[in-house]
């Protein structure tokens, strides 16, 4: 299983990354949503995304909204990971698409049972 | 705390005994840096001025204009980013690693406080200098902190 990790913080992108491979996910790391977006285009086929939601070119948002306009993503399972906590930015980012949102700060338990959830990870299996 | 420090976003909504400031940066060092509750403390008195500082800072750009910053040794960012991280000390870090976590640290934090300001509109991308930031027109609000026994101080200011 591929999973991109957008962020524009490498520290995040490496956090992410490391609650993420012992899970047994191959990760994929882009700066920002147009990279994301790129990646996609050129064909990678990822089942996850971890989005940040302010980042510089594209934001996470913005990346969301892209993926959900285009049929041959419609697989992708968006988690929106960002410090954005207010309702009313949950609620846009739902709206715009995410399957799930996660506030920073987390802890690895809070992003490996959100994947439990979406069904992308056994917990039982991975321990 | 002076009358003006007490009320840095919205004086009804801070009335109770806790600072949310102090829980917010409490929950997110407990969460991502250190695992756990308990090494960052309220410090008793003012942190001193660095000697060699870093300062993040982001701002909150709505209804009001505020910047949240992080100040601390070199020093202290440098063992913050191992930390972060995951890393040993004897683990080498660069000073792009450092500039990046200690800003995703603010970033974090920062991100928190806006959820406190009513109508707080956007967050500005974390920024990461070795001098106090230009700009700010005035200190509402300060928390010092000992992290690990290190200085370290997050603030809030108004923007012109």
């Known amino acids: 299983m591929k999973a991109l990790v957008i962020d524009d913080s490498r520290t995040m992108r ?31 086929d990822a089942e996850l995304a971890c989005v940040d939601w302010n980042m510089p070119v594209m934001d996470g948002l913005g990346f969301i909204s892209a993926v959900r306009r285009e049929r041959r993503w419609r697989d992708l399972t968006l988690v929106m990971v ?25 802890t690895p338990d809070a992003i490996r049972d959100k994947l439990q959830l979406l069904g992308l990870v056994d917990l039982q299996e991975t321990a | 705390m ?31 840096v250190d695992g756990e509750p308990g090494h960052l403390q309220p410090r008793s008195g003012p942190a001193p001025e660095p000697d060699d500082g870093l300062y993040a800072w982001v701002d909150v750009h709505g209804a009001t204009r505020r910047r949240v910053l992080l100040t601390t040794e070199r020093e202290t960012a440098t063992a913050l980013t191992r930390a972060l991280l995951g890393l040993s000390p004897d683990d080498t870090v660069d000073d792009d690693d450092i500039a990046d976590a200690f800003g995703e640290v603010a970033n974090v934090v920062g991100g928190n406080v806006k959820a406190l300001v009513p109508d707080p509109g956007d967050l500005t991308l974390p920024e990461v200098a070795p001098t106090r930031p230009p700009a700010a027109a005035g200190l509402l609000h300060a928390v010092p902190f000992d992290w690990r026994g290190r200085p370290l101080v997050v603030s809030l200011w108004a923007l012109p």
């Open chain 1, 14 to 44: 490496r956090i992410i990354g490391g609650i993420l491979r012992p899970l047994g996910f191959d990760v994929v790391e882009a700066e920002n949503g147009q990279d994301a977006l790129d990646a996609l285009e050129a064909g990678l």
């Open chain 1, 82 to 106: 960002t410090t954005e906590s207010e309702q009313s930015q949950i609620v846009r980012a739902l709206a715009a698409g995410a399957h799930e949102y996660v506030i920073k700060p987390f």
């Open chain 2, 2 to 32: 002076s009358e003006d420090m007490a009320t840095p976003f919205d004086p009804g909504e801070w009335t109770d005994a806790a600072d949310p400031v102090e829980a917010i940066a409490s929950e997110v060092f407990a969460a991502m």
